[in-house]
């Protein structure tokens, strides 16, 4: 089943956190984005390019996913009328990189299906959760014991593992304190890469601290440093941004640089490369989880079904709506039970519904495309 691509909407939005992120790139007080709507007839497929302003966690930015997304991937769709995900994945490849802008345009393309098709999303895939375990990505703050304060809250709405953000000079004594005060809680540490090999020695005292995993401790891309760490920590490594492809998935076992693998629709490219990474994982019995880049709702309800395959084996950073912007662009918002799950929406496609005013209202740029 496919119907025509009409016309495509790209959106530039601005949204402000309800508290700042910061990580070891630096503190974030607000989000922009591009959100990509695809019309088919009388149904209007989203996504969101979670590509932010400045290059920073990636090369890509809102501005060169604009440009990718306008001179190449929307006439592509447009002139060859693509409406099915996998043919857009295949044709879109002969485009070297930006994963991100690819993203955004395919999980309109998966909307669009799941509307037509009368299925949510997770149906799609092959899903079988109904619920979702859901963590909570905590950034960096200006004192150690207003991180405390704020993973105390989080544990008592029932966030079924914390992870805090590291960086050199913020890591030893901030995991000692933080797992003085919370002995028991699942908990995980994030480096965004800001380490190299002459930090192997604080990195090896992170074994002290019972941690599930140790993501990306070394820059992006790097497969054979990661190696050489896990070599010698018994606490997991999970690689993130090191983790382009399927292809960088495979190396990344076979060269053993991780235990854990964190999966992110936007940093590999879609959800088609997401479920090899997730099938070949499966096989070789490599855990994954799905990763979150401070999605608006649209987003979040993609990666909420991705999360629903069966080897995503830890708790996902897939956060309530209120933990991340004040008003969410989505009704429902996503919402977290006092166990620590989301329910995953049952609706066609993403499952939830979109507020057309609100996206006006954080609307910077809009830019609309026609099929010839
Ligand atoms: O490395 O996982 C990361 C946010 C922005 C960029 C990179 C990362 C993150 C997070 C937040 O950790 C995850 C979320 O709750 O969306
Ligand atoms: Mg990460």
């Not at 691509?5 to 591009?34: N, Q």
């Not at 507020?355 to 609307?363: D, G, L, N, S, V």
Request: glycine share 6%; charged share 30%; net charge negative.
């Amino acid at each position: 089943m496919s119907g025509k691509i009409d016309r495509v909407e790209l959106l530039l939005l601005r949204l402000p956190f309800v508290h700042f992120f910061e990580t070891s790139f630096g503190r974030e007080e607000e989000r922009e984005f591009i959100l990509v709507k695809v019309h088919s007839g009388d149904i209007c497929g989203y996504g969101e390019v979670v590509a932010d302003k400045s290059p920073l966690y990636s090369y890509e930015t809102t501005s060169t996913a604009w440009s990718v997304l306008s001179d190449f991937l929307v006439p592509l769709v447009l002139e060859k009328s693509i409406s099915c995900p996998h043919v857009f994945h295949d044709e879109a490849k002969k485009y070297r990189g930006h994963p991100m802008a690819k993203a955004g345009l395919e999980l309109a393309l998966w909307d669009i299906r799941g509307k037509r098709e009368e299925k949510p999303l997770w149906k799609l895939y092959g899903g079988v959760k109904r619920e979702i375990p859901s963590g909570v990505s905590i950034g960096i703050q200006d004192s150690v014991s207003e991180l405390l304060d704020r993973i105390q809250s989080f544990i008592e709405e029932g966030y079924q593992r914390i992870k805090v953000k590291i960086k050199p000079g913020w890591d030893i004594d901030v995991l000692e304190k933080v797992r003085k005060r919370f002995p028991e809680v699942p908990l995980q540490a994030d480096a965004n890469g800001a380490y190299s090999l002459k930090d192997m020695e604080i990195l090896k005292e992170i074994d002290a601290f019972n941690l599930l995993m140790l993501e990306q401790p070394f820059p992006p891309y790097d497969l054979w440093d990661h190696r050489r760490l896990q070599k010698e920590m018994k606490t997991p490594l999970c690689l993130d941004e090191s983790v382009i492809s399927a292809e960088a998935a495979r190396k990344a076992y076979e060269m053993e640089s991780c235990r854990i693998i964190n999966i992110k629709v936007g940093r590999v490219g879609g959800i088609v490369e997401s479920r090899k990474i997730h099938d070949f994982c499966q096989d070789k019995q490599i855990p994954v989880w799905c990763g979150g880049m401070l999605e608006s709702g649209i987003g979040r309800a993609h990666n909420i079904h991705l999360a629903t395959l069966p080897n995503f084996k830890f708790p996902n950073d897939l956060s309530a709506s209120k933990r991340y912007y004040e008003e969410d662009l989505i009704e429902p918002p996503v919402e977290v039970s006092r166990e620590g799950t989301i329910r995953v929406p049952e609706s066609p496609g993403i499952g939830v519904f979109p507020q057309e005013h609100r996206i006006e209202r954080a609307t910077l740029k809009r830019e609309e495309f026609q099929a010839g």
